[in-house]
């Protein structure tokens, strides 16, 4: 743009590169065909809701966003990084909390915190007082050191992701990150969410719980039998139906279940 200092156009190119970038990803098992052809991009500073019913892809598209799982075929980037290629760099930049996280059980808090830390080699002080912070966040530091086996299943969540963000990254991809919360720490985690996007950071969230993704999220992704079925806001998923009024579980039904709900009208009519 003429006129504009560099410092800035380089700001604003920097925050023009997706922070996450799917091109063709495709995940197959034999002849059984997990993902097909997803293209995906996710801004910063975006919430993006990442929907679809059991055994739709939701997961195995997740790991291979995050270099978990090696794709079949595609491409997939973290704010211009691409995982296979540039792996560090592109997993220094993320979190990831799955639907279960499998954490060091004979670890306390404070160890497991430090270790992840050293892990995204963030420097021994601001690990300290990053890790006091999250501690205090989600109401674990009167147990930060006891051992993670002995914590339930909602600390254990939370705990999980205070690991996700002690190096305060700029991407979270979160896998049913509610589940097993109580009503406070849900509410914790959605007002985390909203503040994290307010800095810029983009978020991919999977979760059953529709009415999460529909007060919470910017945009949503439908995905069904491995393949995306819908995308866009709330506004834009109603006018492709045709409907100007109707809740998010009413259009994820209609694209992934519609005629099974159907089916039962009819029986219990």
């Known amino acids: 743009m003429a006129g504009e200092p560099d410092g800035a156009a380089g700001a ?14 495709r995940k197959t098992y034999g002849s059984h065909v997990a993902v097909e052809h997803v293209d995906l991009a996710v801004r910063q500073g975006e919430i993006l809701g990442f929907l679809g019913p059991n055994g739709a892809g939701k997961t195995t598209t997740i790991k291979m966003l995050t270099g978990l799982l090696k794709p079949t075929a595609g491409t997939a980037a973290i704010l211009g990084h691409d995982i296979q290629g ?49 501690l205090r966040l989600f109401d674990l530091t009167d147990a930060a050191s006891d051992l993670i ?28 990150p509610t589940v097993g919360l109580d009503p406070r720490s849900a509410r914790l985690i959605k007002d985390l969410l909203g503040q994290l996007r307010a800095r810029g950071v983009a978020v991919v969230l999977s979760t059953h719980i529709l009415e999460i993704a ?9 995905i069904n039998k491995g393949a995306i079925v819908a995308s866009g806001t709330l506004d834009e998923l109603r006018a492709r139906g045709g409907a100007d009024q109707g809740t998010l579980e009413d259009i994820f039904l209609d694209l992934t279940g519609g005629a099974e709900y159907a089916e039962i009208a009819e029986v219990l009519a």
């Open 12 to 25: 604003r190119a920097a925050t023009d590169v997706p922070a996450v970038l799917a091109r063709g990803l």
């Open 86 to 134: 540039d792996p560090i760099a592109a997993k220094g930049r993320f979190g990831y909390v799955p639907d279960t996280p499998n954490l060091y059980g004979k670890l306390n808090g404070w160890e497991f915190l430090r270790f992840m830390a050293r892990l995204y080699r963030v420097p021994p002080a601001r690990a300290e007082h990053r890790a006091a912070e999250l």
């Open 149 to 176: 086996e002995g914590y339930s299943h909602g600390m254990q969540q939370k705990m999980a992701l205070a690991g996700a963000l002690v190096h305060d990254p700029r991407v979270l991809f979160l896998d049913e």
């Open 214 to 222: 529909e007060r919470l999220c910017d945009r949503v992704v439908i």
